[in-house]
T-cell receptor, first 112, second 114 residues
């Protein structure tokens, strides 16, 4: 079956530091890959996505590239802000739009 | 834009009680899903639906029932609550035409079973 493995947290960074959160996956076929973000007390919301190999998803300064050869989708941001503090989930979806597989989530705290 | 609406936001039950978590979406999405979120375990799929009248089990379906009589609504029923069902429950909707399976989530229901 499908699975997603995320870098364990929590991660604590100073403002303007570089962020990387690792994500690798196991799936049959050609899944779509996602990063979702969850702010305290809220539901998950899409941060970025990539639908095929070598695609780069980007949003709000965050980027991730779909690497089929290494089955990875690592999240990066060049300069984090306090407002980026949240829980980040890597996820994949195959042919069924109602079924996504999520990683365990990585809690990011950014200190001023 | 309401999106996905879940009620209630918080609920406390005693062991053995039953209840229904409500979920409604106004985006005309075909797919709807229920997940539970437990600390350190990400989101796990409970049940999902690919359209009105069609439901299927996810990874952790035991103790939960669902039905989908309309496109908009997808309630989750706990038949006899157990402490192991203490969790945060998220409903999501999605469609697969051009949106590449992006899921839209409600704000969640935090359930405690005593």
């Amino acid at each position: 079956g499908n699975s997603v493995t995320q870098m364990e947290g929590p991660v604590t960074l100073s403002e303007e530091a570089f962020l990387t959160i690792n994500c690798t996956y196991t799936a049959t076929g050609y899944p779509s890959l996602f990063w979702y973000v969850q702010y305290p007390g809220e539901g998950l919301q899409l941060l970025l996505k990539a639908t095929k190999a070598d695609d780069k998803g980007s949003n709000k300064g965050f980027e991730a590239t779909y690497r089929k050869e290494t089955t990875s989708f690592h999240l990066e941001k060049g300069s984090v802000q306090v407002s980026d503090s949240a829980v980040y989930f890597c996820a994949l979806s195959g042919t069924n739009a109602g079924k996504s597989t999520f990683g365990d989530g990585t809690t990011l705290t950014v200190k001023p | 834009n309401a999106g996905v609406t879940q009620t209630p936001k918080f609920q406390v039950l005693k062991t053995g009680q039953s209840m229904t978590l409500q979920c409604a979406q106004d985006m005309n999405h075909e797919y709807m899903s229920w997940y539970r979120q437990d600390p350190g375990m990400g989101l796990r799929l409970i049940h999902y639906s690919v359209g009105a009248g069609i439901t299927d089990q996810g990874e952790v379906p035991n103790g939960y029932n669902v039905s989908r009589s309309t496109t908009e609504d997808f309630p989750l029923r706990l038949l006899s609550a157990a402490p192991s069902q203490t969790s945060v429950y998220f409903c999501a909707s999605s469609w697969d035409r051009g949106a590449k399976n992006i899921q839209y989530f409600g704000a969640g229901t935090r359930l405690s079973v005593l």
